[in-house]
T-cell receptor
Framework: DVKVTQSSRYLVKRTGEKVFLECVQD?????MFWYRQDPGLGLRLIYF???????EKGDIPEGYSVSREKKERFSLILESASTNQTSMYLC???????????????FGEGSWLTVV | KNQVEQSPQSLIILEGKNCTLQ??????????LRWYKQDTGRGPVSLTI?????NTKSNGRYTATLDADTKQSSLHITASQLSDSASYIC??????????????FGTGTQLKVEL
């Protein structure tokens, strides 16, 4: 079974702190994603990566950065956490995506971040 | 603007009954449509993936249909069980220049199955 592991399930951080959310996948997938999920808004893409050291902005990248030093690991960084970043963060991975491929996207269990 | 709208927003049914969830989308050009099940506090899990040429796809008691002409999809759950209680998310993939896929997520239908 494909496994996408998010290291922290629940975090409480103070405003202004630097926060690291780690994600590891074990299927040698090229693509990795970070989403946040808020009630009534659905999942929104923050950043994605299609290869090591490569990253692309998603729909809501402001206030976030990412790092992909190894193929299996994709980290989301909140440089200076703010209360409006309180949310559930979901990491996902998939194999390389072509124009018409329907590769399954596998999600982690989510990280609940509260910024106080 | 690419959008995915799901209805109803929430639904309560009795165990053993059937139900149908709806998904309308405006994503263009269209690549594929996925249904995910998300248990409370967990990550989404894939149920089905359909391309524009597929009308129906089943996964156990879950059957998804797709009408690419009207840009509508439905997820039918047969003989519901308590474990079906979850949020069901419709996700539409559209192609963009360069061959990549962009996913647009619906906000989900919250299903509760009761005794």
């Amino acid at each position: 079974d494909v496994k996408v592991t998010q290291s922290s399930r629940y975090l409480v951080k103070r405003t202004g702190e630097k926060v690291f959310l780690e994600c590891v996948q074990d299927m040698d997938h090229e693509n990795m994603f970070w989403y946040r999920q808020d009630p009534g808004l659905g999942l929104r893409l923050i950043y994605f990566s299609y290869d090591v050291k490569m990253k692309e902005k998603g729909d809501i990248p402001e206030g976030y950065s990412v790092s992909r030093e190894k193929k299996e690991r994709f980290s989301l960084i909140l440089e200076s956490a703010s209360t409006n970043q309180t949310s559930m963060y979901l990491c996902a991975s998939s194999q390389e995506s072509g124009a018409s491929l329907g590769n399954t996207i596998y999600f982690g269990e989510g990280s609940w971040l509260t910024v106080v | 603007k690419n959008q995915v709208e799901q209805s109803p927003q929430s639904l309560i049914i009795l165990e053993g009954k059937n139900c149908t969830l709806q998904c309308n989308y405006t994503v263009s050009p269209f690549s594929n449509l996925r249904w995910y099940k998300q248990d409370t506090g967990r990550g989404p899990v894939s149920l089905t993936i359909m391309t524009f040429s597929e009308n129906t796809k089943s996964n156990g008691r879950y059957t998804a249909t797709l009408d690419a002409d009207t840009k509508q999809s439905s997820l039918h759950i047969t003989a519901s069980q308590l474990s079906d209680s979850a949020s069901y998310i419709c996700v539409v993939s559209g192609t963009f220049t360069g061959g990549g896929n962009k996913l647009t997520f619906g906000t989900g239908t919250q299903l509760k199955v009761e005794l």
